[in-house]
C-alpha cells in the first residue's frame, strides 16, 4: 500500500493519537490531493473526539482546493456555524481565482481582501512586479507578517500562471544574489520559493550550501524547494550534509518529507552515524514519520536508553507508526495508556489555568522579529508558536 494510500486511512481512523499523527505528517511532503482533502473532511465529520475536539478541521489548509473543494466549503458554511472560522480559512487557501470566482458566495465577506485578490488578477505584468516590490519593501521594513508573505507568493503564483517567470532568469538571479548577499532578505525567500514551484533542479547544489547556513525564514523555504522536488538524487545530496551542526534539523526534515525508500534508507543510515541522542531522536521521529518498519526496532532501542524528550513525544510516532502500518505490537497498548494518561496531564494543567490557579501569558509586550524566541518560553521561534 503506497504512503497516501495508508495517510487516508489514517485520517479515517477512530483512534484520535493516529488520526492527529497522519495529519502532521502528510503536512509539507506536497503528496496530498483533492481526494485527500475530500477524505479529511469525511474524517471530521465522522464525529470528534474529546480527546482532540475538531482536531482535523483546523489543520489541513494545507491540501489542494479546487473549485469542487470551494463548493464544498460555502455548502457547508450555510449550516456550520461552530467551527465557521475554519472553513473561512480553508476557502482563504484555495487559489485567487477559485476565491474571486465565489467570493459573492462567501459568506462574511471581506471587501477589502477582495480588492487586493482582484488587483492581482487584474494588475499587467510591470503592475504585479510592482506589487511584489512593495510587499518585499514592507516585510523588510516591518516585522515578519505571515498575510504579508502569503500575499508575496500568491502573486508570484499569479505571474508563474500567465508564464512571466524564466527558468534561466531565476536560476541566474538566484546565484547571483547568493553570492552577493551573505543574508537572505525577502527578495531572496521569494526567488527561492519560486524555484522551488519551478522544481529547478539545478539549484540543489546551491541550497544544499545554504542549508549550512544559520538564516530560520530562508531555510524553510529551502527546504520547502527541495521536499518539492524529492528526486533520489536530492535525497543524496541532503545525506551528506544532513548531520551538520547547523542544518540537521532542516535536513531531517526534508528526509522525513520526502516519502521515498532512499529516503528511508538514508535516515537508517544517519542514525548509525551519530552519537548524539537530540539528533537520534529526530531521526527516529523522521523514520516513523516515512512510516517505516525497518526503522520500528531503532525507535523501540531508543526509547529503552532514553530519547530526548524536550524535543519531541517518541511514543506518540512510535504508536501511530505500529498502527497505521496494522502491526500487532506488544507495545502498542502500553504505548496508547501511557499517552492517555499525559494527554490527562495537560488537560488538569489547561482546566487550572482556565480555573485561575495560574496565568499563561502569550502575548508579548513587544514586538518580535521573524528569527526571535518566543517570549513564552517554549524555545520556538516566535511566529512558529504563539504567533500562531
Do not use: W
Not at 467551527?83 to 470566482?101: C, D, F, M, N, T
Not at 547544489?205 to 524553510?220: C, G, H, N, R, T
Amino acid at each position: 500500500m503506497e504512503f497516501l494510500e495508508k495517510i487516508e486511512l489514517a485520517l479515517l481512523s477512530e483512534d484520535p493519537f493516529v488520526q492527529q499523527y497522519a495529519v502532521t505528517i502528510l503536512k509539507d511532503s506536497y503528496l496530498a490531493t483533492e481526494g485527500t482533502f475530500f477524505t479529511a473532511l469525511e474524517a471530521y465529520d465522522k464525529g470528534q473526539t474529546d480527546l482532540f475536539p475538531a482536531s482535523v478541521l483546523p489543520r489541513i489548509d494545507y491540501m489542494p482546493i479546487s473549485e469542487k473543494g470551494m463548493q464544498e466549503i460555502l455548502s457547508r458554511l450555510e449550516i456550520e456555524h461552530e467551527h465557521l472560522i475554519h472553513y473561512l480559512r480553508l476557502a482563504a487557501s484555495a487559489p485567487v481565482e477559485v476565491q474571486l470566482k465565489y467570493k459573492e458566495k462567501m459568506p462574511y465577506a471581506n471587501k477589502e481582501y477582495f480588492e487586493v485578490l482582484e488587483g492581482i488578477k487584474h494588475a499587467d505584468t510591470q503592475g504585479l512586479h510592482q506589487q511584489l516590490q512593495s510587499v518585499i519593501s514592507q516585510l523588510e521594513r516591518d516585522y515578519f507578517n505571515g498575510s504579508l508573505f502569503k500575499l508575496g507568493k500568491q502573486i508570484l503564483q499569479e505571474l508563474l500562471f500567465r508564464n512571466e517567470i524564466s527558468e534561466g532568469e531565476i536560476i541566474n538571479s538566484l546565484r547571483s544574489y547568493i553570492h552577493d548577499n551573505t543574508f537572505i532578505l525577502y527578495g531572496g525567500i521569494f526567488k527561492i520559493f519560486i524555484a522551488g514551484e519551478l522544481s529547478l533542479k539545478s539549484l540543489v547544489p546551491d541550497f544544499i550550501s545554504l542549508l549550512q547556513k544559520e538564516e530560520d525564514l530562508a531555510l524553510e523555504e529551502i527546504a520547502n524547494a527541495l521536499i518539492k522536488m524529492g528526486t533520489p538524487s536530492v535525497v543524496k545530496a541532503v545525506e551528506e550534509i544532513a548531520l551538520h551542526e547547523n542544518a540537521y534539523f532542516y535536513t531531517l526534515n526534508i528526509l522525513a518529507k520526502i516519502k521515498s525508500p532512499e529516503a528511508e534508507e538514508a535516515l537508517l543510515r544517519l542514525f548509525k552515524k551519530t552519537d548524539k541522542i537530540s539528533i537520534k531522536t529526530l531521526i527516529c521521529d523522521s523514520l516513523c514519520q516515512q512510516l517505516s518498519v525497518k526503522g520500528i526496532p531503532l525507535v523501540e532501542d531508543l526509547l529503552k536508553t532514553g530519547f530526548d524528550s524536550s524535543i519531541l513525544d517518541l511514543k506518540e510516532s512510535l504508536y501511530a507508526n505500529i498502527k497505521i502500518n496494522g502491526i500487532d505490537h506488544p507495545l502498542a497498548h502500553s504505548l496508547k495508556k501511557s499517552l492517555l494518561q499525559e494527554m490527562q496531564s495537560q488537560r488538569n494543567i489547561q482546566k487550572r489555568a482556565d480555573a485561575g490557579f495560574f496565568t499563561l501569558d502569550k502575548s508579548p509586550a513587544q514586538k518580535i522579529g521573524r528569527n526571535d524566541f518566543c517570549p513564552c518560553g517554549s524555545g520556538r521561534k516566535y511566529k512558529k508558536c504563539c504567533m500562531n
